[in-house]
């Protein structure tokens, strides 16, 4: 089944690298899509609140909060915290993580 879905997926890739669509058109198309499919906005969701929990726990519940209240500065925190995860990498230490290699080191 999972490599039907990949070939599927490649072949889709594929066609949208040949097309005469601008980025912006097969983004929209893109968006639609995920728009349209329930499961598929859970599961986006679901991963990207792991990551960014993973990533920077504190600062992405600060984030989390200010989306919930609605707040103005939410986009802004939101888009920041997400340029950071892309351009450092990889997700800062847990608390745990940090205070074990302090007793190991």
Same mark, same amino acid.
Request: glycine content about 4%; overall charge neutral; charged content about 30%.
């Given at each position: 089944? @999972?490599?039907? $879905?990949?070939?599927?997926?490649?072949?889709?890739?594929?066609?949208?690298?040949?097309?005469t669509l @601008?980025?912006?058109?097969?983004?929209?198309?893109?968006?639609? %899509? $995920?728009? *349209?499919d329930?499961?598929l906005? =859970? *599961?986006? $969701?679901?991963?990207?609140?792991?990551?960014?929990?993973?990533?920077?726990?504190?600062?992405a =519940?600060?984030?989390?909060?200010?989306?919930?209240?609605?707040?103005?500065?939410?986009?802004?925190?939101?888009r920041?915290?997400?340029?950071?995860?892309?351009?450092?990498? =990889?997700? %800062?230490?847990?608390?745990?993580a940090?205070?074990?290699?302090?007793?190991?080191?």
């Amino acid at each position: 089944m @999972t490599e039907v $879905i990949v070939n599927d997926l490649s072949t889709i890739l594929h066609s949208v690298r040949r097309s005469t669509l @601008t980025k912006e058109q097969v983004f929209r198309l893109w968006r639609c %899509a $995920i728009k *349209d499919d329930d499961t598929l906005v =859970e *599961d986006i $969701i679901r991963q990207l609140y792991e990551n960014i929990i993973a990533f920077d726990c504190q600062r992405a =519940e600060s984030v989390i909060e200010l989306i919930v209240r609605r707040n103005a500065a939410a986009g802004y925190a939101f888009r920041s915290l997400l340029r950071d995860m892309r351009v450092k990498g =990889e997700p %800062a230490p847990s608390l745990g993580a940090v205070a074990l290699m302090q007793r190991v080191g």
